[in-house]
């Protein structure tokens, strides 16, 4: 079974010289699906919850549309494959985009594409916001043991539905799509809090959930901002201490 971490040995340099110590350092490996047989993509992630990946990654880029289209879904330690066999034929997409996601992103959607507008009458208020993402670094056990992974949740607005951590922040979303297609959990008016950059894979992977309010402790950048607007989507950046800054959808934010 793949296991998120692993202990290793460092050599620690200071002024008074160099000591041998041991810490809990995240793994990453090179895991392919196959759908129906045929090579789609290889991600570069933290080797927990794939076949939650799998499906949230296959779902967000519209190769299937529920997890009745799902025969078969296999992981294979041993081999770093995940197989999935569907109820019906697809054709493969050839048009790749290298995102900026750490890790190598990859999506074969066009995103910056017209999305449906966003319409939803959630709001949210900063204390509510600021208190999720206190709580979102409270179930960031992976970064607390290791560093170096990005932690993201969704929330409904009074708890953390579904957390999920990587390497790649763009892998934390496919991973809690995939596990609300396994456990029946809607995506649409949630609130989407994540500890990675604000940029355009991001934002279309929320669009695709229908969640209007996606929220990070760091910054979007300026194309997140023009398609989050255009899209109807609340963009919050740097949530953390007792502020926050809204880029886009401020309409959605109540401040009584």
């Given at each position: ?41 290889t991600f570069l992630c933290t080797p927990h919850n ?82 999720l993402m206190r709580w979102l670094y409270q179930e960031a056990e992976l970064y ?113």
């Open positions: 079974m793949f296991i998120a971490s692993r202990s290793l040995s460092y050599r620690r340099c200071t002024a008074a010289g160099m000591t041998t110590m041991e810490k809990e350092v995240v793994r990453e490996v090179a895991v392919t699906v196959y759908v129906n047989g045929m090579e789609l993509i794939l076949r939650c990946l799998a499906l949230g990654f296959l779902y967000l880029e519209g190769i299937i549309s529920g997890l009745d289209e799902v025969a078969l879904l296999r992981v294979c330690d041993e081999e770093k494959t995940i197989e999935a066999r569907l109820t019906r034929d697809v054709e493969m997409p050839t048009s790749r985009v290298l995102t900026s996601g750490c890790g190598g992103g990859t999506t074969f959607a066009d995103v910056t594409a017209q999305a449906h507008k966003i319409d939803s009458t959630l709001k949210v208020t900063p204390s509510q916001i600021l208190g607390r043991t290791t560093g170096g992974v990005h932690t993201s949740a969704l929330s409904d607005g009074q708890q953390l539905l579904v957390v999920a951590s990587d390497v790649g922040r763009h892998n934390t979303l496919d991973k809690i799509q995939g596990q609300c297609l396994l456990e029946g959990i809607d995506t649409k008016d949630r609130i989407l809090l994540t500890t990675g950059r604000l940029s355009v894979e991001m934002l279309n992977k929320a669009a695709k959930m229908q969640s209007p309010v996606l929220v990070s402790r760091t910054s979007p950048t300026d194309l997140a901002v023009e398609m989050a607007k255009a899209w109807g989507i609340t963009l919050i950046g740097y949530a953390r201490g007792e502020q926050m800054q809204v880029y886009s959808g401020e309409e959605r934010v109540e401040l009584g």
